[in-house]
């Protein structure tokens, strides 16, 4: 065995060459590993024993994808072009043995060799639209001679990989390999050898593509099946624009169209925001102080305490899972409800084809439901999801104490309570977190985990683990009104509230947060949310257009009004008793009205989201301003390719952030707008949010 590279390995094993790449933790293609594949690929053609190239990978995946790390840094010699180009040319048959994941620059390589075989686990996609990005290593020329146009539209534009019995079926891989990968790669690799056929190149095909050229139309037909869903991602229309180069262009003039679209994707602000998103992920999972010493607790049986939309969500996610959940309601009719719209969420699924019938039985087999806490006493993990009320929480906290078994965490999933205070009502606060799911609960990707002041390392390291088995990103954060995300959004929805009795309509003030990139602005949101959580007929006082609002039984969309007026398909139309009532506030506050710029409505909504924001960071409730980005994305829908909230503070320049803070506060007089220390000082020393 020769060691060509730090990275890669080269033997011939009876008459195949096999390059060994070993570059964890996924084996991404690095300086090292370039180098590697080009001299492996060059020694083998020039070795007489040598006469078929086996491309293997050590660890847990295939290669996949560039080195991400790479990109920041700058380019280092051998260019992926030359690698691949060399093995498309090669003269000896050239292999690829996936396993794991073939992703991005990965499945490049792989279409760059003869043939590719992988186990029945395998992966295979291209995911850069997900980084911003397109494949710049030839892959949306070669995808779409392999799977055909539509196929490879889909792929490149969802980033979504395709599993080896699909790959198998398109043609993008050979065989299956049953038992061991290696052996059964080298097997494959001599029947190639002794059959002696002529190499295969996928760049000489082109029977997959003749189906588009007859019909023109399929990209006008796709751009409009994707336009809601990519709205404002500039990436899925630049992958787009690469495959109909490759259906009407020749390959090589189709892979400069992808290299200069490459390149113009790779220096634009989106796809930098979707790269940092990418390790701002990543890094949310990492805790100081805790780590792999950290003890877990092992969770088998989770309790939910709360049938309704969140604790029915709650639910599902266990279950989606294996983990078997006991539900607890206090009347039975309650319980009937939120057992039957699980079933039927699952129902629907079934229908949908995401799930068989047998997942749905299986999965309400694993759901259990009770009128009785004690009926929580053989679970590792209780949480709560009843009423947003503080004495509603303790009083159940302290039942919960005495019913759950010693060690098990009692979580409770309050948007904004003040978790201390809930902890300190047992004789367990170690065992006490916060566990806020985000509504649809089986949908919204974002879990915060808040920690107590007592909240143990043990059951953060759970809670943070138990997020990652039930496929959510999870976010740890400290105490204090509204955690992270709703205390950043308090703010907004203050400012926009402010708008609307300025003079902005409800209507202007949402589509300029629209038209930023969330998927509904404020009002549409507190309308979706229902206008009266929290609000009750006996005490209102029709103090603010809310409570009027709520008054008029126009509670939200589930009423059919409320900021807006809402038809049988749900289409909202700006609510004309809006207006007048905002007419009438303002009035009485002396308030006189105006027009507003659109540009003043983004800023007083997004400015003190950034400076809250500043000022978590200063106290410690958020780990790091990334943190707080993964927050908005998954939680909140701030558009990806922006970043996050504190990604565009970093972008707009913070030193401009401060001096508009202090032009509002200079303005309005209020101190509302003062800028927060913390980001005083990091504008001053000329820093980032990092
Ligand atoms: C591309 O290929 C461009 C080409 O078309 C053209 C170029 C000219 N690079 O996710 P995990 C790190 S663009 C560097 O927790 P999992 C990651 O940061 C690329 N680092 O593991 C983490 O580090 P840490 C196209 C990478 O098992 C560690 O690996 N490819 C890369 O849950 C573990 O990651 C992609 O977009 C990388 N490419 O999931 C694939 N990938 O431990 C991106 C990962 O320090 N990767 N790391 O935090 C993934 O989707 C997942 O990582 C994967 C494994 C599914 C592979």
New binding site residues.
């Given amino acids: 065995m020769v060691q060509l590279t730090s990275m890669v390995d080269y033997e011939v094993d009876d008459g195949v060459a096999v390059l060994t790449l070993d570059n964890p933790?996924?084996n991404?293609?690095?300086q090292g590993v370039r180098q590697g594949l080009k001299e492996g690929v060059a020694k083998a053609q020039a070795d007489a024993a040598a006469k078929a190239i086996l491309v293997y990978c050590k660890g847990?995946?295939f290669i996949?994808?560039?080195?991400?790390?790479?990109?920041s840094r700058g380019f280092v010699e051998p260019?992926?072009?030359e690698v691949l180009a060399a093995m498309d040319n090669a003269s000896k048959p050239v292999i690829a043995a996936i396993h794991?994941?073939a992703?991005?620059?990965?499945l490049?390589t792989a279409l760059c060799c003869h043939y590719r075989v992988a186990v029945a686990s395998a992966?295979l996609g291209?995911?850069?639209v997900?980084?911003g990005?397109?494949?710049?290593?030839g892959?949306t020329q070669r995808l779409p001679r392999v799977v055909g146009v539509e196929k490879a539209l889909q792929m490149v534009t969802s980033?979504v990989p395709v599993s080896a019995a699909e790959a198998l079926e398109t043609g993008l891989v050979d065989r299956i390999i049953e038992g061991e990968l290696r052996a059964g790669a080298l097997a494959f690799a001599r029947e190639v050898i002794a059959a002696a056929a002529p190499l295969p190149r996928i760049r000489d095909r082109d029977d997959k593509l003749q189906g588009a050229r007859a019909d023109p139309l399929v990209f006008a037909r796709f751009r409009a099946a994707i336009a809601a869903k990519t709205r404002g991602y500039l990436a899925p229309e630049y992958n787009i624009r690469c495959i109909e180069a490759a259906v009407n262009q020749p390959f090589d003039e189709g892979m400069k169209t992808e290299s200069k679209l490459?390149m113009e994707l790779m220096s634009g602000p989106q796809s930098a925001a979707q790269q940092y998103f990418?390790?701002a992920e990543?890094?949310a999972?990492?805790v100081p102080g805790i780590d792999r010493d950290t003890a877990e607790i092992p969770i088998s049986r989770v309790g939910v305490v709360g049938s309704g939309t969140m604790g029915g969500g709650i639910a599902m996610n266990m279950v989606n899972v294996g983990i078997p959940v006991t539900i607890v309601e206090v009347r039975q009719e309650a319980l009937d409800r939120g057992l039957g719209v699980i079933r039927r969420n699952y129902e629907n699924s079934a229908r949908k084809g995401r799930i068989s019938a047998a997942d749905v039985e299986q999965r309400m087999g694993l759901v259990r439901g009770s009128l009785d806490l004690a009926d929580l006493a053989d679970c590792d993990l209780v949480i709560e999801a009843v009423f947003e009320n503080m004495a509603v929480k303790k009083e159940l906290f302290g039942r919960l104490d005495v019913i759950a078994k010693p060690g098990a965490i009692l979580a409770s999933n309050t948007s904004a309570l003040d978790l201390n205070e809930i902890a300190a009502v047992t004789g367990r606060p170690e065992s006490v977190i916060g566990l806020h799911f985000f509504s649809p609960a089986n949908v919204m990707k974002l879990l915060e985990v808040v920690r107590g002041d007592r909240t143990s390392k043990e059951v953060i390291k759970t809670s943070m683990s138990l997020a990652k088995r039930i496929k959510k990103v999870a976010v740890l954060v400290g105490v204090c009104h509204g955690f992270v995300g709703n205390r950043m959004l308090f703010v907004r929805q203050y400012q926009a509230e402010q708008l609307a009795l300025e003079g902005a309509p409800p209507h202007r003030i949402d589509k300029v947060l629209y038209d930023f990139g969330f998927p509904m602005g404020a009002f549409q949101m507190s309308d979706l949310a229902g206008l009266d959580i929290g609000w009750s007929a006996e005490t209102s006082k029709g103090a603010t257009v809310r409570e009027r609002l709520c008054e008029m039984d126009r509670r939200g969309q589930k009423t059919n009004a409320g900021f807006y007026d809402y038809d049988e398909n749900r289409k909202p139309t700006p609510a004309p008793v809006v207006q007048e009532l905002y007419t009438e506030f303002a009035a009485r506050a002396g308030i006189t009205r105006r027009e507003i710029a659109d540009e003043e409505i983004l800023e007083r909504c997004i400015l003190p989201m950034i400076n809250e924001g500043a000022k978590i960071l200063d106290e410690g409730i958020a780990l790091r301003a990334s943190d707080i980005d993964v927050v908005y994305v998954y939680g909140y829908g701030w558009p990806l390719y922006r970043g996050g909230p504190m990604h565009y503070a970093n972008s707009l320049g913070l030193d401009r952030v401060v001096e508009k803070l202090r032009a509002y506060q200079q303005s309005t007089g209020s101190d509302f707008w003062q800028p927060s220390r913390y980001l005083v000082d990091l504008a001053n020393r000329g820093g980032r949010f990092s």
């Fill in positions: 933790p996924v991404a293609l690095s847990s995946t996949a994808g560039a080195d991400i790390t790479e990109f260019g992926l072009h794991g994941t992703l991005g620059g990965g490049e992966k291209l995911p850069e997900n980084l990005l397109l494949p710049g290593g892959g980033g490459f990418f390790f990543r890094q999972g990492k």
